[in-house]
């Protein structure tokens, strides 16, 4: 048989890209780029016409074209507008279509893209129509017809969802592939279809095929359909590699993406310093890549491959070689990392699992899904847990695409695993964590790659003896390969090549020779650091003499005789100085925390700079020095380190070098740091609000002193006390605390601060420094104390911070005097630091129950909204992610006593166990319990855990195997509220609501001795003694109660003092003292062998303030609240005056005082009226009983001998003070609750106001309405009063408006007083009928002109809560306020801006002040100062001269305060003599 033509020439040949993309051709674009159709000819073509050869992507001449009414609909949009002409056969159509695909196919040499694709697939369809009129094979003709057709479908749908024009040229790439591949097989189809024609290619290059001759040789193709049907399956494969292409271009174009802000998050942001490492030479360890790409591909193989051998055996550049060899973030999902020794602060495990995320987002599944919970902040990216990052980054999202095929499944490339974690290596928690991940990965599905290289260490063996991964180990000394040394001989010539073009009149060409070459690639043993660092000793000198040098070493792949050749040819007969600075900067850069530059290391050792570039110089073999400083292989530093190594003079001790920088880092803090280091100008500005902060601070804070200032502890954590380091750590201490919170405070670093500060404060205990560690001690608080301020502000550290610091404290005495020009605590302040040292905010429900780990860093939360949550105790920040997975309230929480796991009961039933590590449940749930779990504890030795219950039982379990140990212990009546183990795991104490106590034997289960009883009610809480003697328990009957563990008895007498239920007790670690919390909202501590309580508890009204009025004489106050108290207060001492008037059984909404002043009527929600006397505190006489609903008002006549009350029940009452009885009937008429009521001054008129918006007037002696209603208030009317002479009305309502009314005619008088934004609670008129001060919903109190209506002055603020009444004082010149913030302020009036006094110092302060988010603003909104929360509600405002309440009262001397411009004035005549 003659053999069939060879039409491969259709084939896409390589060619260079061309310059325009060949997948879209934009307008305008030359027709070169994408080819173009034939051009219609304007002549009809006979059926002799020929097919002229394509030659240079030049169309088809004389070519046919199918001229139907219409152009085919299977033609390219481009290639149908064809001018009018005479109609052709259908098969002069289909073979112009075929000529114009084959047009195409040629012209892929040219560039391969979609819309050559499109077109060829519309071209072949138009071909194999035709083919399909032969009769052979009918079946698969159509089969594959259908096929290609619908790959065309999908290419146009995909198209049109990407965007063609949107293609990036770096996807381009990696689509060329796929598209070239599908062509050509296009193309062997076409040839196959013409061979089997019997045209040859002299048929076509010679113009000898005329379409006659086509159509008569087509027609006898006869092509079997098992070859038809192989070119469809092909064609199908091809069709799924494009669209698997697709999918990763979109998964790319991240950059077009919404979700682009949300996942750049995710990035790290890599030092500048770092790059990737060399790859292999071109040639070399190609055995090794290709093991490693067969491994890649193969489903069947772990999906872990380890790379592993000696140092400089070249693990780093077959990983680096790796990321181009499989195309990753090319052709393949994947990513890739190397970690650093000298930058493990910044390559640290969650950064590496971040920038594999990012890198893994590029596919769209796991795109969506990680914008998706990081949207709705379900991440926490700054998570300690890195467990539960890794599970969310990269477990979770990977389990999204289980399905992906090998060839796109995602690999990962992680080079230098050992260097994870720097010098501390193996005992860093970073390195912990990353062999925690990687056990993880080793679980994932085996088409989930990842690459891992390293040296053989003993964690990294023993993580990989657990996971079992493919194995490579590199070959290196006596065992190294053939092939590695011929690798490494490759490498030498290309670097000799290098060295000889600058030599080329001394050297040859091929210098030194293929034998010397091939010795030193012997002496290299395998190592290809030994061979670029003996290249990099040749190039550094004479080449000839350098070479003698590297060949004289002894050994095979003996790295110390090299680098011991390194140090003597560059530094050859070295003084004692120089060894000194080389090892001063060679200890430097192997200790830093961080890369440095050259001037960085020179100015922080305090070396001239010529002096460390000559020693970075002559390491140049090993050192890289063009930015940071960093050694070129980790080798070097180990060789260093070694004190038996050849340069045993040149050995580095970590604990000296340590030291070293430590000395250096305080002496440049102690010359550098100074007030005011960024020149800041105002202290009205915040840090982020300064211009240019960024650019600005790195010409004040030099990068060294940046360097001294964050890692001057972590180095003296390692370094002696010597006397010079010592004497400039008191320095430190005692002058520089604040000029270094500046620098902690411009960048960002204040938790880190903390952190700093207790590495000192523990270096020094541990050195016993006691003369310091007071002074140090304080410094931690500080920074806690005041953390959000010192983040915002430089100069409110001095403004803000330092006045409110406690007197007694160190800081005070120590920095407070040289600070004169600020804020002065005249009276009240914090006396000693906050016993609460972080308030941990997270939960969204309450808080049930906390707990201690055992070394106090951590305390776990059990919550209402059904989480467990950790905390640092140190910064207040949540550890991890909040342990979810209780499915109702968790009751109970405690650590274990190694702090390694967490046990968590809840109403859910069930006991559960978490690994505090990984954030994960510790086995299944511990089930068996019929009701709520109300307790649970830990054993002392960790191995069983005890569980309380509502179904009466307690259970112990198994931690281990999560069974249940030994049968449930019952007998308890009621439920089992709590439980807790003795110190020696021997006994089980608990609590229950069968109101007693029980103590349970661990072994036997049976219940030791009788049941201890004595509480009333239930036992809520249980705890026992650390000598295992006593068991404490609190009860509901609100007492606390000791117990005698062996006798059973309770010893001594109950503990009483709570107003609530016993919620929590537990003993001091020395057994003397008892701790308990009650419902009371109070805390207190008890001695446990006198049963007194120790110190006091806060006193003052519990719940919001509704009421408050003045004594006549000014010398009381009385307020009343919702605690169900009234309460009498000492005007000038602000202390309460006697008991709480106690009898009101529910809400006391209203008081008043008598005309003269001996008693005080208060009515309540609980229908009453009472009357109390004010010296004795008692009540006078009887309730007075008889309204229908809650009493909102009350009030004296003006000879006090009657009271009038007004009530929800819309009644107004008189009653008669000295009888008790009701005077007269009922005043009824209004038609809703009536708000407030008050006596006319001549005592003859009553006025009532309604949520009805009247105010009615009252004749008191015939009980009838006097006149009209006021009536035009639009909303509710809470209070209304009348003037000292009856003249005028003041009303005060839900509208929040102030009105005036004329009492004679009920006319409203003047306009309303508007200001208020919420509703207005109270009115009150000065006896000179002057003034009307007014209390609101928005917080304020406002003072009114009755005449002309305006508003006096500036509101008065300080109260955080609705004000609920005020009064003025008898003389005018004070008001009282009381609010729902539980306080009572007074103010002063003669202070005040509406008497226009005149102030000389902090006026702005006086004049304008309110406060916002903790700031006390000025009248232009300028921050004047911050107040720490606990002590805002305390604050005496301008104005005010009186507080009562529970909170801390501070009065401010603001004489000497500055700010604005003037604030560096804060450290006065100080800082000239200190200058």
């Known amino acids: 048989m003659e053999p069939k033509p060879n039409w491969k020439f259709w084939k896409k040949k390589k060619s260079p890209k061309p310059t325009t993309s060949s997948l879209s051709t934009p307008a305008g674009t030359s027709a070169a780029s994408v ?23 030049q169309t088809v001449q004389n070519s046919v074209v199918a001229t139907d009414d219409s152009p085919p609909s299977n033609l390219p949009e481009q290639h149908a507008c064809l001018p009018s002409r005479p109609c052709v056969s259908k098969t002069e159509a289909w073979l112009s279509r075929a000529t114009l695909f084959l047009t195409f196919t040629k012209s892929v040499a040219e560039g391969v893209g979609l819309t050559p694709l499109k077109a060829a697939c519309e071209g072949v369809v138009s071909l194999l129509e035709a083919v399909q009129a032969v009769q052979n094979n009918r079946s698969a003709w159509n089969e594959l017809v259908l096929a290609i057709k619908t790959h065309l479908d999908t290419f146009e749908q995909q198209l049109g969802q990407v965007g063609i024009s949107d293609i990036l040229e770096e996807v381009e790439s990696s689509l060329k592939g796929p598209i070239e591949d599908y062509l050509n097989d296009v193309t062997d189809l076409l040839a196959n279809i013409l061979a089997e024609s019997g045209i040859t290619e002299a048929d076509i290059k010679d113009n000898k095929l005329t379409i006659s001759v086509l159509v008569q040789r087509i027609g006898t193709t006869k092509l079997e359909a098992g070859v038809i049907n192989d070119y469809r399956l092909r064609l199908q494969t091809a069709q799924s590699k494009i669209m698997q292409s697709l999918i990763l271009y979109i998964a790319s174009s991240v950059g077009n993406s919404k979700d682009d802000a949300v996942l750049a998050r995710l990035q790290f942001t890599k030092p500048s310093n770092i790059s990737r490492p060399r790859e292999c030479v071109k040639g070399t360890r190609t055995d090794i890549l290709a093991k490693c790409k067969e491994w890649s591909l193969n489903e069947d193989t772990p999906n872990i491959l380890w790379i592993k051998g000696h140092p400089g055996g070249g693990k780093s550049a077959i990983a680096s070689s790796l990321v181009n060899e499989l195309e990753i973030k090319k052709k393949r999902l994947g990513s890739s990392f190397f970690f650093q020794r000298q930058n493990a602060i910044a390559m640290t495990t969650p950064a590496l699992w971040r920038t594999v995320a990012y890198d893994l987002a590029r596919h769209p599944t796991i795109r969506k899904s990680l914008a998706a919970e990081m949207k709705k902040e379900e991440i926490d990216l700054e998570t300690p847990n890195i467990d539960v990052l890794f599970q969310q980054l990269i477990q979770g999202p990977l389990t999204k695409i289980e399905d992906i095929p090998i060839e796109q499944s995602p690999i990962v490339v992680i080079d230098a695993l050992d260097e994870c974690g720097g010098l501390d290596s193996q005992r860093s928690k970073d390195r ?18 990842l690459i891992v290289t390293s040296r053989e260490e003993s964690d990294i063996a023993r993580l990989f003896s657990r996971t079992q991964p493919h194995t490579i180990e590199l070959s290196t000394g006596e065992k190294t390969d053939m092939q590695s040394k011929e690798d490494i001989q490759s490498f030498l010539r290309i670097e000799f090549q290098t060295i000889t073009e600058r030599y080329p009149e001394s050297l040859s060409a091929d210098w030194p020779g293929s034998k010397i070459i091939e010795d030193l690639a012997v002496k290299a043993g395998g190592l290809f650091i030994w061979a670029s660092t003996a290249i990099k000793l040749i190039e550094a000198g004479e080449p ?39 090892l001063s900067v060679v200890g430097t850069i192997i200790v830093a925390k961080e890369p440095m530059r050259l001037s960085a290391v020179a100015q922080l050792l305090s070396i001239a700079k010529p002096v460390a570039e000559h020693i970075c110089t002559g390491l140049q073999s090993v050192m890289e020095s063009k930015e940071e400083l960093r050694f070129r292989h980790q080798s070097f530093v180990d060789f260093l380190l070694d004190p038996g190594s050849d340069a045993s003079n040149l050995s580095i001790s970590l604990g000296k070098a340590h030291e070293a920088l430590a000395s250096r880092c305080l002496k440049i803090m102690r010359n550098e740091l100074r007030f005011n280091i960024g020149t800041i100008e105002s202290s009205y500005t915040l840090n982020d609000e300064i211009p240019g902060l960024e650019s600005w601070l790195e010409k004040c804070i030099s990068p060294h002193l940046l360097y001294a200032s964050r890692f001057w502890t972590t180095h003296l954590e390692e370094a002696s006390p010597s006397p010079e380091i010592l004497d400039d750590v008191r320095y430190f201490l005692r002058n520089q605390f604040l000029f270094w919170l ?11 601060g903390v952190v700093i500060l207790l590495v000192l404060l523990r270096w020094l205990k541990r050195h016993c420094l006691e003369d310091l560690i007071a002074l140090a001690s304080d410094m931690p608080r500080f920074i806690t104390h005041f953390n959000t301020l010192i983040l915002q502000s430089v100069p409110h550290i001095y403004l803000s911070a330092l006045p409110f610091v406690p007197k007694q404290s160190w800081i005070a005495k120590e920095y407070g005097p040289r600070y004169p020009n600020t804020l002065k605590i005249e009276e009240g302040g914090d006396q000693k630091w906050l016993a609460t040292l972080n308030i941990l905010s997270g939960h969204n429900g309450d808080v049930l129950s906390v707990g201690w780990s055992a070394d106090g860093q951590r305390i776990v939360s059990g919550s209402y909204d059904k989480t467990v949550r950790i905390w640092d105790v140190t910064t207040g920040q949540q550890q991890g992610s909040l342990l979810d997975g209780h499915n109702d309230w968790v009751e109970s929480v405690a650590f274990s006593p190694d702090g390694r796991r967490i046990v968590s009961g809840s109403i859910d039933q069930t006991v559960r166990i978490w690994d505090v590590e990984t954030g994960k449940q510790h086995g299944p749930s511990l089930e068996g319990h019929n009701g709520w779990v109300q307790s649970v504890a830990f054993s002392p030795d960790g191995r069983r855990i005890v569980s309380g219950s509502y179904d009466k039982t307690v259970r112990i379990w198994d931690v281990e195997t999560g069974k249940q140990h030994g049968p449930s212990l019952e007998g308890h009546d009621g439920f089992v509220l709590s439980v807790a183990f003795s110190p020696d795991g021997r006994w089980i104490a608990t609590g229950s609501s069968d109101k007693t106590v029980r103590i349970w034997d661990v072994e036997t289960g049976r219940q030791h001795g009788r049941s201890l009883k004595g509480h009333n009610v239930w036992v809520r809480s249980v705890a026992i003694s ?17 117990w005698d563990v062996e ?31 009650s419902y009371d909202k109070t805390v207190r501590i008890w001695d446990v062998e006198t049963g007194k309580q120790h110190g006091l508890s806060l006193g003052g009204h519990d719940d919001r303030v509704v009421s408050v009025a003045i004594s006549p004489d000014g010398r009381w106050i009385v307020s009343s609240s919702n605690d169900k108290t009234v309460r009498i207060w000492d005007v000038e001492t602000g202390k309460q005056h006697g008991p709480s008037l106690e009898g009101h059984n529910d809400r006391v909404q209203s008081v008043a005082f008598s005309p003269d002043g001996r008693r005080v009527v208060s009515g309540s929600d609980d229908r009453t009226v009472r009357i109390w006397d004010v010296e004795t505190g008692k009540q006078y006489g009887l309730s007075f009983e008889g309204h229908n609903g809650w009493i909102q008002s009350v009030a004296f006549s003006p000879d006090g001998r009657r009271i009038v009350s007004g009530s929800f029940d819309r009644t107004v009452r008189i009653w008669d003070v000295e009888t008790g009885k009701q005077h007269g009937l009922s005043f009824e008429g209004h038609d809703d609750w009536i708000q407030s009521v008050a006596f006319s001054p001549d005592g003859q008129r009553i006025l009532s106001g309604s949520n009805d918006k009247t105010v009615r007037i009252w004749d008191v002696e015939t009980g009838k309405q006097h ?28 509208d929040k408006t102030v009105r005036i009314w004329d009492a004679e005619t009920g006319r409203q008088h003047g306009r309303s007083l508007k200001g208020h934004d919420g509703w207005v609670r109270s009115v009150a008129i000065s006896l000179d009928g002057r003034q009307i001060v007014s209390g609101s919903n928005d917080n304020t109190v406002r003072i009114w002109d009755v005449e002309t209506g305006q508003q006096l002055g500036s509101s008065l603020e300080g109260h955080n809560d609705q004000v609920w009444s005020v009064a003025f004082s008898p003389n005018g010149r004070q008001i009282a306020s009381a609010s729902d913030d539980k306080t009572v302020r007074v103010w002063d009036l003669r202070h005040a801006p509406l008497l226009e006094m005149s102030f000389k110092k902090a006026s702005s302060y006086l004049n304008a002040s309110r406060m916002t988010d903790g700031w006390i603003r000025g009248p232009n909104s300028e921050r004047l100062f911050w107040v720490a929360p606990h002590l805002q509600m305390g604050l005496f405002p301008p104005f005010q001269t009186l507080f009562i309440g529970q909170y801390i009262q501070t009065r401010l001397d603001m004489s000497k305060f500055v700010h604005g411009a003037a604030w560096t004035q804060v450290r006065g005549d100080w800082a000239e003599a200190s200058a």
């Not at 009483?1056 to 057994?1071: K, L, M």
């Not at 006149?1267 to 839900?1294: K, N």
């Open 1267 to 1294: 006149g009209l209603s006021l009536e035009g208030q639009d909303g509710f009317v809470f209070s209304m009063t009348f003037s000292p002479d009856g003249r005028w009305i003041a009303t005060g309502s839900s």
């Open 432 to 449: 912990k964590d990353l062999i925690r991940t990687l056990d993880s990965w080793s679980k994932l599905p085996r088409n989930f790659k």
């Open 742 to 752: 500046e620098v902690i405070s411009l960048h960002q670093l204040v938790n880190g």
């Open 1047 to 1077: 006798t059973g008895k309770q010893h001594g007498l109950s503990f009483e003092g709570h107003d609530g239920w016993i919620q929590s007790v537990a003993f001091s670690p020395d057994g003397r003292r008892i701790v308990s919390g």
């Open 35 to 57: 080819p173009a159709p034939v051009a219609a000819s304007a002549t009809p073509v006979e059926t002799n016409s020929t097919i002229s050869p394509i030659v240079n992507n």
């Open 1026 to 1042: 650390s000598d295992g003697r006593w068991i404490v328990s609190g009860s509901f009957d609100r007492t606390v109660r000791i």
């Open 544 to 582: 000839e003499e350098q070479l003698k040098q590297a060949l004289s070493g002894k050994g095979t792949g003996d790295m110390n005789s090299l680098y011991v050749q390194v140090i003597k040819m560059s530094f050859p007969s070295p003084s004692i100085q120089v060894v000194q600075n080389l």
